[in-house]
């Protein structure tokens, strides 16, 4: 079954497209439905991504570390000569 449709085809995609044509010896249909076979199998057999997933760790809670002192946070991390 073949089904007639209009699609728009900005510049140079139909430029490529042309020269896949001549360089194949085939048709601009053919080569379109090649290309759209090809890309869509590629789609769907592409391996689903893993989901990223944050574990938080507890780090604990420091009396008298200022929490709200990022440069004291800094400080007390890497030590005074930090800059």
Same mark, same amino acid.
Request: proline letters at 6%; hydrophobic letters at 35%; aromatic letters at 6%.
């Given at each position: 079954? $073949?089904?007639?449709? !209009?699609? !728009? %085809?900005? /510049?140079? &995609?139909?430029? @490529? &497209? #042309?020269?896949? $044509?001549?360089?194949?010896?085939? !048709?601009?249909?053919? !080569?379109?439905?090649?290309?759209?076979?090809?890309? %869509?199998?590629?789609?769907? $057999? $592409?391996?689903?991504? #893993? @989901?990223? @997933? &944050?574990?938080?760790?507890?780090?604990?809670?420091?009396?008298? %570390?200022?929490?709200? /002192?990022?440069?004291? %946070?800094?400080?007390?991390?890497?030590?005074?000569?930090?800059?």
């Amino acid at each position: 079954m $073949s089904i007639r449709t !209009t699609v !728009t %085809l900005d /510049d140079d &995609v139909a430029e @490529r &497209v #042309k020269r896949e $044509s001549r360089a194949r010896g085939a !048709t601009f249909r053919e !080569t379109i439905n090649e290309l759209l076979r090809v890309a %869509l199998v590629a789609k769907a $057999s $592409s391996p689903k991504r #893993k @989901r990223f @997933r &944050v574990k938080p760790l507890h780090m604990g809670y420091i009396p008298g %570390l200022p929490y709200d /002192d990022i440069e004291a %946070l800094i400080e007390y991390a890497e030590g005074p000569d930090h800059r």
